[in-house]
């Protein structure tokens, strides 16, 4: 701590590695991957050395951590799924109680339980640090005010990190939370924002509260949008239709981030807007396949990240079961840094219509982008003879497209064509935003 009265939140105070890498994303792929080597070998031996799980695993599986070279050694260990954290979660924290500053939770999404992240001070900094970098990315500044419109409390990670991220940037904060539509307009109007962070359902609504209050988003000065939670973008990089409305309503440009709460890190899209920068002093990533090999450059596979320089509770190899795949040709902005593509879809709701693999959130992205739809949410049940039955529950309003019309269009974008059933407005919503859960629900899998 400092001598001097002046006050500094203690994340700010430890100053997670930052000179050492400033310029580390314009360097050669060569001296990358040197580095990454480097600090994986460490994290590595540490986790092993502090964390009661991997301790365990490496003895079981006779493995020395002290061997662990780098990158190219990472495919003799096995993989961390979703489920080891839950069912492990206590053996996971690598830190002792008085280390430990901040206990996050997963949203659960997946399972029932959500998991415990158990953050250490160094895990805060390193936290605020890599949304710093996420911020610089895509030009933030001092004078920027930046309204986050996300949890900031309940256990939940996005929020925080976005807050600390933003301070050590040196813009100015608005901890708007997660509140209603009409307040978030509210507060916008008061403390004019340039840059509104959070889920792209929300921006819509509360752009769509101040348009029926006879007002103009577009006409508030906010600049930048930058979504969590959803990927913007299709498998050729494109805006997918129903986002592209969302720049036009703020007036403003929409910008991907892709993160998790085990992972603790961000790929966040730069100016050029072609996929999430891997910062590799956070994070090693690699794309697997079913039988966890990687997968040639560029082919879809599960995202499985090693997150670098975590001490509260580090993870090694931990299966993301999001599928994508990474871009390691250097970026129009000129970082040589891989990118990685827009997630197109959750491992275990892969469908098979017809013998093509089609993802609930491809079906559902084509029909919320067809004007008029209000609400969708697939369900995804299996047929007698075993394959999947897949049926697409719309709300339409004005105008009010048919199910031939979706049919259509569905053909047109993904080659596939679930069965569309069209549903009240009333019922869509109370299926897609369960009070129980944090995020909405749209995939419904009863295979
Ligand atoms: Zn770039």
Not at 55 to 81: V, W, Y
Not at 202 to 221: H, T, W
């Amino acid at each position: 701590m400092s001598n001097g009265n002046e006050f500094k939140p203690a994340f700010l105070i430890k100053d997670f590695q930052a000179k050492q890498y400033s310029d580390l994303e314009f360097e050669s792929p060569e001296k990358m991957s040197q580095l990454q080597d480097k600090l994986l070998s460490d994290h590595i031996k540490e986790t092993v050395r502090k964390s009661p799980y991997y301790r365990a695993l490496f003895k079981q599986h006779q493995l020395d951590g002290d061997s662990i070279q780098g990158i190219s050694d990472l495919k003799k260990l096995p993989c961390t799924s979703k489920e080891d954290i839950s069912r492990n979660n206590d053996d996971f924290v690598a830190a002792s109680g008085e280390e430990i500053s901040d206990i996050c939770l997963t949203s659960a999404t997946t399972s029932e339980k959500p998991t415990a992240v158990y953050q250490s001070l160094s895990d805060l900094s390193r936290l605020a640090y890599n949304e710093e970098a996420a911020f610089n990315m895509i030009g933030i500044n001092p004078s920027d005010t930046v309204m986050v419109c996300a949890a900031l409390d309940r256990c939940f990670m996005a929020g925080l990190a976005y807050y600390m991220g933003g301070l050590k940037k040196g813009a100015t904060m608005v901890r708007a939370g997660s509140g209603s539509a009409a307040q978030q307009w509210q507060l916008i109007k008061r403390t004019q924002p340039t840059v509104l962070v959070g889920v792209p359902s929300l921006m819509r609504k509360i752009g769509d509260v101040a348009l029926e209050s006879g007002e103009k988003p577009d006409r508030i000065g906010i600049k930048k949008l930058v979504a969590i939670g959803e990927p913007l973008r299709d498998g050729d990089l494109n805006l997918m239709p129903a986002y592209a409305t969302l720049e036009t309503l703020w007036k403003a440009r929409l910008y991907s981030t892709y993160a998790s709460t085990e992972m603790a890190t961000t790929f966040c899209e730069c100016e050029e807007r072609q996929g999430g920068h891997l910062r590799p002093e956070l994070m090693v990533v690699e794309i697997l396949d079913d039988d966890q090999k990687p997968v040639a450059a560029g082919d879809t596979g599960e995202v499985v990240v090693t997150p670098l320089g975590v001490t509260g509770m580090p993870l090694i190899r931990f299966q993301t079961g999001d599928i994508s795949f990474l871009i390691e040709e250097a970026c129009r902005c000129g970082r040589t840094s891989p990118r990685l593509g827009p997630v197109l879809g959750r491992k275990n709701h892969m469908l098979k219509l017809k013998g093509t693999t089609v993802f609930p959130s491809s079906i559902l992205s084509v029909l919320e982008g067809i004007e008029g739809v209000t609400h969708a949410y697939i369900e995804a049940g299996k047929k007698a003879d075993g394959t999947d039955r897949v049926i697409s529950y719309v709300s339409v309003g004005a105008p009010s497209p048919s199910p031939e019309m979706m049919a259509e269009t569905l053909r047109a974008h993904i080659r596939v064509v679930p069965e569309i059933k069209i549903i009240s407005e009333e019922e869509a919503t109370k299926k897609i935003f369960p009070r129980e859960k944090r995020k909405k629900v749209t995939f419904f899998d009863l295979r």
